[in-house]
């Protein structure tokens, strides 16, 4: 098995980017937002045929979908800009197809033919050994010989990843509270996710798989059509959410991040501050690759330092005083437990 690295944190950091940068080492297989494609789905208990496995990988998200249809795309579904054989409205799109496949080629329904004409003769195992052999499958593909998988809103599935992958080695990218916080605030994936963990603190669940038709009922009638197959998107898009919400989102997640951080051996845990990556873009990817097992290309920190954009920082310090101090103070607790993380 090839080196394997997961990029956990709170999307909105800077890491859309830092897949892009990875992407380009010639070394590196980037999975961009593989665990967000595909989920807890992918990784069942017991053994799976090649072909149970590969509908893991198949199946489309429906969550996604939804999005889709509604007309609410995230930018980060990079199928949809490109469109090809596979629609939300028709056949749905493939889990692997919507943003993983369109980040390694400019034909992503090529490469998901070849991979399932070869995934679903695999013998029958544990999903885990399957995640290895598909990982492995590309690496050989594009001739690369280390795994960076990097999905936004990625701490929660940090524990499982452990427990599938026990040698895999772990990065803890974040950024700075007030700027990433306003950053979801502005992004259609964050305000839907800030609306849905609404609907289960209001019916008392803690997934939406638990919510009863009386839960239903009990909804609001600006939260209720959200869990329709098709919603009007102004309902994500104009509703007044408060900034401190998306605050308390990132405290709640950088704390999640650096927890789990704690729990690991020195040697298979990093971190990675956007901030930092700005100021010290070389010092601090060539501590990337060396964790990540590659070696810091010359022409590859270059190409990176050029492609780094600026002008995303301080946006939170535009705000006006009353608003930010409010915004400050929901992302606090996250602050404060960044201060003491390890490895930082």
Known sequence: MRSLTFVIGTGRSGSTALSRIVNAHPDVL???EFMASVGDTAFPEGELTGEEFWQTLFRPAPHFERMIRSGLPLPEFLYTRRPGRYTAETTGI?????MVLPHLTDDPDGLLDELGAAVVRWPERAAAEHHRALFDLLCARFGRTAVVERSGYSTGWAPG???AFPHARFVHMFRDGPDCALSMSRHPGYRTISLLREIKARARVDSLGDLTPE???ALPADLAPLLDERFDPALVRDRDIPLRTFGALWS?????GTRFLGELPADQRSTLSYENLLDRTDEELTRLAEFIGVAPLPEWLLAASESLDHSRRGAASRLPTAELDELSESCAPGTRVLQGEPGR
């Open 30 to 32: 980037s999975l961009n």
């Open 161 to 163: 990843l452990r427990a």
């Open 252 to 256: 709640e997640l950088v704390t999640e």
């Open 215 to 217: 839960h239903v009922r």
């Open 94 to 98: 493939p889990a692997l197809s919507l």
